[in-house]
């Protein structure tokens, strides 16, 4: 077995991975998402990222146990104390109640992890059924640790110690950059409880010793890792964003809760952004691309998937769709190569595929090199020294730990086919049937006025193509 090794951004170094305690297996904890709105396709590269992750660790033997949060209540419109919760906003906006709203895009996120063949964590648990925990876990530290406001009741940072480590930027770090509470002690100090202001009518309140209001965002995520995880887990998950003031508060409140200098997790992973030149990766902006915006583009889910995996997840990832219909591209080849390899799969044994086995397992125990393992796929589906049931007895390994399930697929599920196409399959085939008939009896008129019938409904003819496709639509 090789040694895995990660990335760990608190001691910004790589890591020999090994499992804290033997009988409770591999417990991950990844910050959720906000379910005021869809996912946009960057926040699903976080989830892709962690799905990686969970399929390496299950892969090489351990036992996992893996928490997402859903966060329906708490997160400003803004990471620091600054502006609506995003939950409220949203209701507000929509004029809609704010429970329904949380359920729908919490549904929506769900299915979205089917669709990406993300397997479901192990617990998906909703921040408002812990709030009975989050005052216990604030009673708990208010002592030491929090002064009360007008406003709230507010984390001092300077009663932990090497507050903000995590952070890239020392000059970043906290909130205070951002919206200076009045009354705050330091700039980077952050809200535990948020007390509702006078004549405020919020949905989502409770109350509490310090007032009716809400908890901070930063709370339930030590609160839920520690219920589902214990004190002490094994790996901590999220997006950039969050090593600069999420997990840097998120640590100084579980190193208040235990009394102790420890962060609440042995790994802080972190996977970098999905960029776009139009900005359109900006939830809060309402226009953004969503998996479904994808889909009615007419590209499979798992193109999105494959697009992701084609990055390391430490590198900033641009997307386009150019670089969209590359990744399906690369997919179908590789489902034509498996479908040409199923029809000839009782060839007679031929070959090993334990070099293909060794180099994959070093690929993706080096900090989840999945760019690395890609081309190793591409090599094993076209190795003619290997017979064709030898190889798909290999390809397993890869489709387990990528998430591309390469025989389930077929190539008409990845032709891209936009739900704004004016014409459907159906009626494209029965045209290109009468084509194939009229070329064979040399009728290249007819041939002719079809494809430039088909061109005009934005079908696109390939004749010759050697991946064997009959058309794409250009839409
Ligand atoms: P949110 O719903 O905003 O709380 O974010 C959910 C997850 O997506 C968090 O782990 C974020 O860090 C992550 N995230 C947000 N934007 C992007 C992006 N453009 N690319 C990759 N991950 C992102
Ligand atoms: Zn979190």
Partial sequence: MTQLTLYDSLSRSMRAFSQLDPIAGVRVYSCGPTVYNYAHVGNLR????????SRVLTWKGHDLTHVINITDVGHLTSDADAGDDKMEAAAKR???????????????FKQNLVDLNIRAPTHLPLATDHIAEMLDFARAIEAKHCYRLESGLYFDVSTVPEYGRLARSADDVGEGRIDPVEGKRHAQDFAIWRTSPPGENRQMEWDSPWGRGAPGWHLECSVMSRKYLGDGFDIHTGGIDHREIHHPNEIAQNQAHCG?????????????????????MSKSSGDFLTLQALVDRGFHPLSYRMLCLQAHYRS?????????????????????????????RDEPAKGSAEAYRRQLEAAVSDDLNTPKALPLLDALVGDKSMSAGDRLAALEDFTVILGLPLDQLTRADLRVRPVTATIDVAAIEARLAERRAAREAKDFGTSDAIR??????GVEVMDGDPLGWDWRMTG
Avoid at 46 to 53: P, Q
Avoid at 96 to 101: L, P
């Fill in 46 to 53: 976080a989830y892709v990222f962690t799905d990686t992750l």
């Fill in 94 to 108: 929509s004029g809609q109640d704010i429970w329904a709203i949380a359920r729908h895009y919490t549904e929506a």
């Fill in 260 to 280: 102790c200098g420890d962060s609440g997790a042995n790994f802080w992973m972190h996977n970098n952004f999905l960029v776009d030149r139009t900005g359109k």
């Fill in 316 to 344: 900033e990832l641009e997307f386009s769709w150019e670089n969209l219909g590359a990744a399906q591209v690369r997919l179908k080849r590789l489902v034509q190569a498996v479908e040409a390899l199923r029809s000839r």
């Fill in 452 to 457: 430039d019938e088909l061109v005009k409904a």
